[in-house]
């Protein structure tokens, strides 16, 4: 949402944290296989450092568009639907497995497993607590991010959804004081101005054919908005709940995805209680559904260990090219009509995100070059 878009969907202020601290942790990276294989590759062979970068590149812009065509799909297929509030708490369920497995490897016996979790979740009760905020919202956001796809292109989305970026840079400095450069601030207003041509575009425009089911164009923009903002919110909140703390990435997944399932449980009995209870909790599930949830579970945690090869260019670059590969897919397989006004829009996105990549804080412009030069 797991950045879900917690995880895996998409790549939001609190993913970016997690990649952060899992390039710092180096006795971690051993530990998974990770460091050992790296130092040996890159001093016999410097140029495969930047292989790695590009594999990062594809990776990350596979799993942006994988998730989201798929998403799609189930979605948008006739015969029974899912109730997407289930496949939330499976999502959850399976990333607090893969969290919990990779503790248990690290650790390397089950009793300082079990000693490790009792140490820093069950005699750090506290610690739960200011983590169950953004379990809650990422909850929220994961639900609303079923509806929003339900009512949106895939294209229209993965360009709409990069209103993260705003709603997390405007958190940033508000709450965590951080600085945005000239540039930056002129690379969201670009991106804001973007993501309204591409929504301002006729809706019959966007489709040749109808869509199997009925859709709610402005109701999918809305839930995109208000996600973008939880995700914003929650993403810098956990920022700042982590500094400090000696917490593992994996432990705080553990937190994260446990409060997550009771809280999906929650929401699912309040939503769709009555249709679970006739239907059954895996109502309309296939191997499709099943692969939405592994992209959502696993994907976004197989990301953030591979995406500390990338930097911030490439993560950009790897947004630019998942809004292509929307784009295309969709024309392919959902019928949709790329227009000159869409085209227009993605492009100022597209821009926008690879310049508030390009120069953050400190970064000099061509121009401050030649200056320095004189």
Known sequence: MSQTCQTETLLSTSETTQINMISNEKTRDAELGLVDDAK?????????????????????????????LTMRYVRTQKGDMF???TAVVMSEAFKVLASLGIILYQEGSFKK???HLVDNIIKQPMDCVKVSIPSIIYVLQNNLLYVA??????????????????????????????????????????????VSVVQLQPTESKQKAPPAVEQNPMLGFICVVISCCM???????????????????????????GLGVVIGLITMEINDGT??????????????????????????LCVAVVVKYADNILKGFATSAA??????????????????????????VMYSVYMYSRYPV?????????????
């Open 231 to 257: 995700s914003g919110f929650a993403g810098v909140y956990f920022e700042k709940i982590l500094k400090g703390t000696k917490g593992s990435v994996w432990l705080r997944n553990v937190q994260l995805g």
């Open 323 to 348: 809004i292509i590969l929307s784009c295309i897919a969709s024309i392919y397989f959902f019928d949709f009509q790329l227009t000159l006004q869409f085209s227009l829009g993605a492009s100022l």
């Open 275 to 300: 249709k679970v209870t006739e239907k059954g909790f895996f109502h309309g599930y296939h191997s499709i559904v099943w692969f939405v949830i592994f992209l959502q579970s696993f994907g976004g």
């Open 83 to 85: 109730m997407s509030t």
């Open 40 to 68: 040996v590759i890159i001093a016999k062979q410097p140029e495969t450092s930047g292989m790695l970068k590009y594999v990062s590149l594809v990776l990350l812009a596979l799993q942006n568009t994988l998730l989201i």
């Open 362 to 374: 400190g970064a000099s412009t061509s121009t401050d070059v030649k200056v320095n030069i004189k």
């Open 113 to 115: 497993f079990v000693q």
């Open 149 to 194: 796809v339900s009512n949106l292109d895939a294209a229209t989305y993965q360009v709409s959804y990069q209103l993260k970026i705003l709603t997390t840079a405007v958190f940033s400095v508000f709450m965590l004081k951080k600085q945005i450069s000239k540039l930056q601030w002129t690379s969201l207003v670009i991106l804001f101005i973007g």
